[in-house]
């Protein structure tokens, strides 16, 4: 999944090296429709990529706006005994935090 970025901006472009790497690897995944409505911002996104539903989420709110409770990946990381050991890039870390909390980690 790349963000704000159309097919064509990543597949091919040479300064996006490992992401080619990958697609010419595992293939991609051109007409995929996950329900996420294209007029909501990113947040909804990351919900329903963690939970399979957006939650009626359509905005960038910060979590306490937005008590999420269902099954997600985070409940079943921790569920195994396991926990995340990775933070996204930098600047990205604390959109990470934030969807922790949102689901009450």
Do not use: W
């Amino acid at each position: 999944m790349e963000e704000n970025h159309e097919y064509g901006d990543i597949i091919g472009d040479p300064e996006a090296r490992y992401l080619n790497r990958l697609a010419d690897r595992y293939g991609t995944a051109r007409h995929l429709q996950a329900g996420y409505p294209r007029a909501c911002p990113s947040l909804a996104a990351y919900i329903l990529l963690t939970s399979g539903s957006t939650h009626g989420v359509c905005d960038d709110k910060a979590p306490e706006y937005h008590r999420l409770t269902g099954d997600n990946l985070f409940h079943q990381v921790s569920a195994a005994g396991r926990e995340l050991l990775r933070l996204p890039p930098q600047g990205c870390a604390r959109d990470a935090r934030s969807m922790a909390s949102a689901f009450r980690l």
